[in-house]
């Protein structure tokens, strides 16, 4: 919605208020401007997923067939689905350059064996790169990419190859900054800098630390792990092929730190499934570990338990599958959205213009998409959500103090605004848990 109204001339963060990265609202708008539609958006979904899968593919034929590669690249591209059943998120459009950007590491590890430290240009060009689009999306999505960097750094330090080290960090900081600077440029232009800059990093670094979050209890952890399954799946191979396969110990390394560092932080994280997106990369790594599992005999134990975890992988990503297409709460979401029936029927009947003034407080925000309106106030979302952010809801609150919006449709109860409903406000309607006020 924010880069539909982008395109009209509405700038983000000042007239629309989010805490997404500009380069997600920037495809969106790009999107728009291509049908006139969502349809646009999914266009740009759709090449997004395609050089993501493309870059999946050639990295499971560094060990595997071309039927092969392309059967397991089925699971690939599933598990993103149910991942990213919703579809649009910050996380997603991280992953082609993540694919690749664990492609170049998989490939600069296997010229590392064989004797050779370099790092080609290229490469650090792209993980630069591809560290800029993390930035203007969601910081927190390069933290795989970030772990295997420090790895590939340390590997430099110890062989004391300065030089290469200081060239890939020189180029690492020249592809992050050819696209995070134009972004920034840009803002600077629109004299929307500040408030870009708080919505996107400042106000993310708040959330991290100080909204509220469930308590890690030995229960909790275990549901985590198994909800993102595919993460620890990969730590679990990789633990017992550093056991099994000792003249691989850096490889092994390598991928054990990347996928333990990122397990431990979608469990630390509020246990969205999106989230658990920026660990795709590893399923074509988790693929080729058990690939090359030692052969003899005195360790076929040890290959059977990974290949009963490759097939429990398997057969959880079709279940999952499953689920979301016919079952689940997500087949609900999109073939019965409540939400959305009972604000339409709280707001049946009333004229028109009522669009012209309206804000929703605490409801989906795809409503406005569907019914055509533009809120009336930039803090359309994150509202009761952010009352752990001071600084959020007291911005929140002038808004609503200070605006004159004739409509104000809550769900549940308004902790933020509670005064001003209050004071300017009475309420017209109740449906079920939404309460339809206008103005006095």
Known sequence: ??????????????????NKGPLLLFLNRWGYALTGTRSGV???EAVFLSATLLFAYRLLRKAFSKLVSVFLLFFVAIRFGTINYGGNGAEEYCMPFLMASFLFIATWN???????????????????????????????????????LLFIAGALIIRRDWRTLLRSTLLFMAGCVSIVIPFYLYFFATGTFPEMFYATILYNIDYVFHSPNDPLTLSRILHLCL????TTIAVLVTVLYLIYHRNELRTTWLWLVVSLVTLLWLINGKGYAPYGLISMPLLPITFILLKRFPKDRQRQTVKAIANMLMVFLLLMISVSTYKIAFTGSEYGLRTA???????????????????????????PEDWYLYEHIRPY??????????????RLS??????????NAE??????????????????????????????????
């Open 394 to 403: 007291a911005m929140i609150l002038q808004t609503f103090q200070q605006g």
């Open 42 to 44: 999914c266009l740009i």
């Open 227 to 230: 909800y993102f399954r595919d």
């Open 337 to 363: 959205n409540r939400p959305l029936e009972e604000m339409r029927k709280i707001t049946a009947g009333l004229p028109m213009s009522y669009k012209q003034s309206f804000i929703a407080y605490n409801c």
């Open 110 to 148: 296997e010229k590392r064996k064989e004797g050779d430290n370099a790092v080609p240009l290229s490469y650090a060009f792209f993980w630069g790169l591809t560290f800029g689009v993390c930035w203007l999306t969601r910081v927190t999505n390069a933290i795989g990419l970030c772990v295997a």
């Open 1 to 18: 919605m924010i880069g539909r109204y982008w395109g009209e001339g509405y700038l983000p963060y000042v007239s629309l208020f989010d």
């Open 407 to 440: 409509w104000i449709l809550v769900r549940g109860e308004a902790q933020i605004i509670r005064p001003v409903l209050k004071e300017h406000y009475h309420a017209v309607r109740r449906y079920d848990n939404l309460t339809l006020y206008r103005r006095n």
């Open 377 to 390: 106030y930039p803090h359309f979302s994150l509202q009761d959500f952010s009352s752990f952010s001071p």
